[in-house]
Nanobody, 121 residues
Framework: QVQLVESGGGLVQAGGSMRLSCAASGTIFYINTMAWYHQAPGKQRELVAAITKFGDTNYADSVKGRFTISRDNAKNTVYLQMNSLNPEDTAVYYC???????????????WGQGTQVTVSS
């Protein structure tokens, strides 16, 4: 059983910073790309940032220059450092990872339960 557990959400004022963490646990053989998505009320879930096992990253245009994704492969953990937050960043943030549980299993998509980030103006 694989779990992704997020932490670090909450309330912050506009212009502030926040760091999200997501740790993968359970029977894990290999983790491929890890990513953060967000979903605002009434909107679809969107990719915020992603990072490959080798550290290659990509970001949504709306967060480039403000957010930084990183990962610690030894800890099976991905982070999202969010700076210069604005009210439009308010959303539930979800961690995502492509994980193989054994050498012969396929890659499955796993999701965290989500953590609320609220930016007040």
């Amino acid at each position: 059983q694989v779990q992704l557990v997020e932490s670090g959400g909450g309330l912050v004022q506009a212009g502030g910073s926040m760091r999200l963490s997501c740790a993968a646990s359970g029977t894990i053989f290999y983790i491929n790309t890890m990513a953060w998505y967000h979903q605002a009320p009434g909107k679809q879930r969107e990719l915020v940032a992603a990072i490959t096992k080798f550290g290659d990253t990509n970001y949504a245009d709306s967060v480039k220059g403000r957010f930084t994704i990183s990962r610690d492969n030894a800890k099976n953990t991905v982070y999202l450092q969010m700076n210069s937050l604005n009210p439009e960043d308010t959303a539930v943030y979800y961690c995502n990872a492509g994980i193989r549980v054994s050498a012969v299993s396929r890659l499955y998509d796993y999701w965290g339960q989500g953590t609320q980030v609220t930016v007040s103006s």
